[in-house]
């Protein structure tokens, strides 16, 4: 791949030492790397000089324009874009590609998997990848917040209704995997709000405590709430174009790892 690029863009503009390359060409930078064993990586971003200051004003306005309301009281941040992490264990790095992006900062989740030490093996451990992401994203001029301790509802509402998504580190059990497939098919048969909380309350009355086994560690990202049903929506990167799903507050704290994390440009 190297060969080929330097046949059609010439020499790279900034030699590396392991034989890859960076080259400018047309207004953009293309970018190669390869981690043997775990990735062949080729990144293409745009050579734009914006004013930092304005470009954060026009992206939170834009945030807060992605939220949206519905008739039945769920209120979701849209247009993230949407990353597939594909059979390795880079749901971390998955997830802060969404989020970057989300805010115009460029992510690949390759990267952030080789500046974080992810492995198919190893997966994710998040302060590694906040040490690997936060360079770019302060370049960028917006920040990490982490919000300690056990998830809340006021936290999370108060970041939905700003457009941001939150990190979520929790564990994807099978039995919270089926119980939320399942769950889907009849919320989204639901006439109301009314009929659909009604239901969803008597489910809860027998439902067991969800398992929170540490092998099933993964990361996703919150991506709404309703407060007439205390859900919260949260979106995967194990599936392709895989729409958001929905389960309650107290689910969420029975599989939850501490702490949330958040991307801001506020």
Not at 30 to 37: A, K
Not at 67 to 74: C, P, Y
Not at 108 to 132: C, F, K, P, Q, W
Not at 137 to 164: F, V, Y
Request: proline fraction near 6%; include cysteine; aromatic fraction near 8%.
């Amino acid at each position: 791949m190297r060969a080929a690029l330097t046949e059609f863009l010439g020499k790279p503009s900034k030699p590396r030492e392991d034989g890859l390359g960076e080259w400018i060409w047309n207004g953009h930078r293309f970018y190669l790397r390869v981690e043997p064993g775990e990735f062949v990586s080729l990144a293409v971003e745009p050579l734009r000089k914006v004013s930092r200051t304005a470009s954060l004003a026009l992206i939170r306005k834009r945030t807060q324009a992605n939220v949206s309301r519905k008739k039945n009281g769920d209120v979701m941040v849209e247009n993230i874009p949407v990353v597939y992490q594909g059979p390795k264990r880079y749901c971390g790095p998955a997830v802060f590609e969404r989020c970057m992006r989300y805010l115009e900062i460029p992510a690949d989740m390759y990267e952030l998997a080789a500046g974080s030490g992810t492995t198919v093996d190893r997966g994710t451990m998040i302060d590694d990848l906040l040490d690997a992401a936060r360079p770019e994203i302060r370049k960028h001029g917006a920040s990490i917040k982490i919000i300690h301790g056990q998830p809340n509802w006021e936290d999370i509402e108060r970041t939905i209704n700003l457009g941001l998504p939150l990190v979520w580190a929790m564990h994807a059990t099978p039995e919270y995997r089926q119980r939320v497939r399942s769950r889907m098919a009849h919320r989204v048969q639901a006439e109301s709000v009314d009929e659909w909380k009604a239901a969803l309350d008597q489910e809860l009355k027998t439902a067991e405590k969800l398992p929170d086994t540490e092998s099933f560690r993964h990361v996703m990202l919150i991506v709404g709430y309703n407060r007439q049903t205390r859900e919260i929506a949260v979106s995967d990167t194990t599936r392709r174009g895989a729409k958001p799903v929905w389960l309650t507050l107290r689910e969420m704290l029975e599989i939850t790892q501490p702490g949330l994390t958040v991307i801001s440009p506020f």
